[in-house]
């Protein structure tokens, strides 16, 4: 290395020759010690951030076809825009943005007043992800607000259904839209069918099971209380008092179901993520085997399985040979019917397929 650059100071990255292959952020004390931006000799100036903002932008408002009162959706997806270490997603008038990056934070400044330009809001709320600063030498939790944001929660709509979002301390931005059309999909197989959605944070799975695919009940479970109490307030808020949600860890809760002889037609499992990293995959994957076992047990004949996993680490070949796993442990063929991933908000870059994060199998069990 040459010279003594500074966190978030801009570097050129070169072969041994001396030859260029790319420019980026400095951080000597992350695992990534360049992220990288730029393939040419251009500069990391003010037109070239505004540029990647824009080509966000123009993504989800021109192609997509995203916006609207009380929309929500991923604005800006790190890698998979080119903006390492930056989200942002936006819910109804406001944007809630996210950096895991100290090298893109030393310039949150100027990325804030141009995401601003670009999509007018009424606040900004920058934070920094808890479980990801202390690696990058960032601050957990600390936050930056641009404009207003409000105290209370703000009201999104998803598939028609109302959803109250909790900008400042809700899980990740306060909202899974990476499953918005896994949701929509998985409701098309529910009709008279009973659903028990395991991890179900605030309810979307179950809900949306309940008003678009006329399933006859919806049991949702989830260790966390907050999220289960918003749950249950969703179902008031949409009228469905089909839907059930309860405070519990989901192995437990299993194990009594199985216990009790309950069954269900259709079980939902989308678990926190189990692989941060290369060494935890190993246990990741006993994990999952483990999980999706007991999700089979309460499984009726002929049921539908739609199993999650949002581990980077663990990829399509791996979550299907798991699978493989299960049906053999458990004595029931497992026939994997449709893969899906995360939604096109959530693009993913071709020149970084670890972008490509989020595994949703839909699968029958005999």
């Known amino acids: 290395m040459q010279g003594n650059p500074q966190p978030g100071d801009e570097v050129d990255v070169v072969t041994a020759e001396g030859k260029p292959i790319a420019r980026g952020l400095y951080n000597p004390g992350s695992a990534i ?5 730029r393939w040419d000799d251009g ?31 991923r604005l800006v997806f790190s890698e998979g825009d080119g903006l390492s270490g930056l989200t942002v997603d936006r819910y109804d008038r406001w944007l809630v943005v996210q950096f895991t990056s100290l090298a893109l934070y030393s310039h949150r400044k100027l990325l804030l007043d141009r995401l601003a330009v670009q999509v007018p809001a009424e606040g900004i709320l920058a934070r920094t992800e808890r479980g990801i600063a202390p690696k990058e030498g960032l601050r957990p939790g600390e936050e930056t607000i641009v404009g207003s944001i409000p105290q209370g929660p703000v009201e999104i709509v998803d598939h028609g259904l109302r959803y109250r979002v909790d900008l400042r301390s809700g899980q990740k931005t306060g909202f899974y839209l990476d499953h918005r059309d896994n949701r929509r999909v998985v409701a098309g197989s529910c009709q008279g069918r009973r659903v028990l959605d395991l991890f179900c944070f605030t309810g979307a799975f179950s809900l949306t099971a309940l008003r678009h695919g006329g399933a006859t009940e919806a049991i949702g479970i989830d260790s966390s ?11 008031a808020l949409n009228g469905l008092d089909r839907a059930q949600f309860e405070t519990g860890d989901v192995l437990e809760a299993l194990e009594q179901l199985r216990k009790g002889g309950q069954h269900f037609d259709v079980v939902i499992c989308d678990p926190p993520k189990f692989a941060r990293q290369a060494k935890d995959l190993e246990r990741a994957l006993k994990g999952y085997i483990r999980l999706n076992r007991a999700a089979v047990e309460v499984l009726a004949p002929d049921g539908l399985l739609v199993t999650c996993s949002c581990s980077g680490q663990v990829d399509r070949a791996m979550f299907a040979d798991l699978l493989g796993q299960v049906a053999e442990q458990a004595g029931r063929p497992i026939q994997i019917l449709d893969q899906r991933g995360q939604a096109p908000d959530h693009p993913v870059s071709a020149s970084c397929l670890e972008t490509e994060y989020l595994k949703c199998f839909i699968c029958r069990v005999e």
Do not use: K, M, N, T
């Open 225 to 235: 209380a907050a999220a289960i109490a918003r749950a249950r307030e969703h179902a």
């Open 43 to 73: 500069p990391l100036d003010e037109a070239f951030w505004s540029s990647r903002l824009a080509a966000a932008v123009r993504l989800r408002h021109e192609v997509l076809g995203l916006g609207g009162a009380g929309s929500a959706y």
């Open 33 to 37: 010690r360049v992220r990288l931006y």
